[in-house]
């Protein structure tokens, strides 16, 4: 095949680019994953929150262009008629410690434009009767939930009816010295490649000479679910006040649109890029990296670093689990936490000259391509105005979008 431009990884960010890309361009897209079908990782596994732009430093591009996407999504849901539970969300104070950062969050949510509303413990407990606060809390009022696995696969289907091409079971490879990008099945000559793979987006970069002060460094979220007999309500979404100088919310309440009740997630850090459960995904290379930059981190403490895992490792056990949800809901008993849903694994960006776990999203140009590095949360909320700050990144490139040899 030789598409005018070929996309890499069919998870939300790179269908929502395909779509773009054939709308701009009217060009013709092809989408390979090495999966049987879309979503297949973080995409399909995420917690399905549409954030409404509340933890994002002003100018920086997840606050620029998560506002627009929670309108837009919610927008999409409706008119597909995917179910979403729209009862917003509230941010709350486990101790006086936290107080400082809930203030932090009320300003950058002004600074962006989100509808937030100041509660005390009796007006909080009106719209969240179980949850839990020191003073006060802070009410999103456009936080909602859908399913993330059915919005893209709705995405996949709309990408279709527009032209977009996909091939599913096709992973790449490598690079070939004329140019052409090497898969499973074949190599193929496209116009301008575009990397959306996610866990595996820093190997291709790499091979295309981009991004190599960059990795990824995988983290597995794990998810409990509460019991259908617990005395706990939750209506919309509970969170607490997170560390702002990591990437990583902390466990959360979250009631997804067909009724249950998701606890999480944790933040484990990996061995391998696909490392769901127990050693299967373990991958020598990547453990080798990974244990050297942990400990690295570790020694030199960068923003409080130590702290940071060590929370992390005792929220892996079920009683350091049950301690840190108990923060937020009052009443929480340890028969309350079932088994959850499948975890999903966090493709974080990690500079490894500088030692920053990144928490912006990240897209860099290279040559006849485009690559982005980091798109994680609020990656979903944003997958629509972010196609289209893509495209725009390659029209100003003057990317070749015509037919080639």
Known sequence: ?????????????????????????????LVIDKEDGPARHASGRNSGVIHAGVY???????????????????????????????????VVARSAEDRPGLDELHRRSTANGVNVTWLDQKSLTEVEPSARTVDKALFVRDTAVVNPLEVVQAMASDAVAEGVQFRFGDAWTGMGRDGNVLTSQGPISCGHLVNCSGLHADRIAHACGVGMEYRVLPFRGGYYSLSPRSAIAVRGNIYPVPDLRNPFLGVHFTRRADGTVIVGPTALPLLGREQYSGLKGVN???????????????????????????????????PGFFREACGLVNGLRPSDLLPGKSPGIRAQLVNIESMELINDFVIRPGPRSTHVLNAV?????????????????????????????
């Open 284 to 318: 020598g290379e990547d453990a080798v990296w990974q244990l050297r930059f942990l400990g690295s981190l570790f020694r030199r403490n960068v923003d409080h670093f130590r702290a940071v895992a060590l929370r992390e490792l005792v929220k892996a056990t079920r």
């Open 1 to 29: 095949m030789s598409p005018d431009f070929l996309v890499i990884g069919a998870g939300v960010v790179g269908i929502s680019i395909a779509r773009e890309l054939r709308r701009r361009f009217t060009a013709s897209v």
């Open 377 to 405: 949360s609020p990656a979903f909320t944003c997958s629509l105005p972010f196609a289209e700050h893509v495209a725009t990144q390659i029209d100003r490139a003057s990317a070749e979008v015509g037919p080639h040899a």
């Open 56 to 90: 994002y430093g002003a100018g920086s591009l997840k606050a620029r262009l998560c506002v627009e996407g929670n309108r837009r999504l919610r927008a999409y849901c409706a008119e597909k008629n995917i179910a979403i539970n729209a009862a917003g969300k509230v």
